[in-house]
């Protein structure tokens, strides 16, 4: 039996998911998005988001919808493993936590807002792991 999943290599995912996922984006996509979010988390480069918002935002409506948010998620691969269930648990969590209009779609100021927040609670974590291995 073939994987179903397969559109784009990078996107390929296991073939035992219940939904059937094919990826929307190109290969030179993903590969530019995952690149710009390192820049964003890893180095702290805020110009990586308007890049990183216009690659998510595939239909051009100047939002990230549920839909765009579940693409760009699945693309990374520690997240190819998580079951349909707990997957649509955490776009729905995101989408609550950072659509502050509640309009059911993350604005561009609501996207960076989000995003920003993330990174920040990102490097708190690695900072305090970073303390306890030395004994702080």
């Known amino acids: 039996m073939g994987n179903l999943y397969v559109k784009s290599p990078t996107c390929t995912l296991p073939e035992h998911k219940k939904r059937k996922y094919v990826c929307p984006y190109k290969d030179s996509e993903v590969k530019l998005l995952k690149q710009q979010v390192h820049l964003f988390f890893e180095e702290g480069r805020s110009s990586a988001l308007p890049v990183i918002f216009s690659i998510i935002n595939r239909d051009r409506t100047g939002f990230i ?4 948010l579940y693409d760009y998620l699945r693309i990374f691969p520690d997240n190819r493993e998580m079951t349909d269930k707990y997957f649509d648990a955490i776009v729905d969590d995101t989408m609550q936590k ?35 291995r030395k004994g702080v």
Not at 104 to 115: C, D, P
């Open 65 to 68: 919808t549920a839909e765009n």
């Open 98 to 132: 950072g659509d502050k209009d509640q309009d059911g779609k993350l604005s561009y100021h609501e996207f960076i807002n989000m995003m920003q927040e993330q990174r920040d609670y990102r490097n708190r974590v690695n900072q305090r792991d970073a303390e306890l």
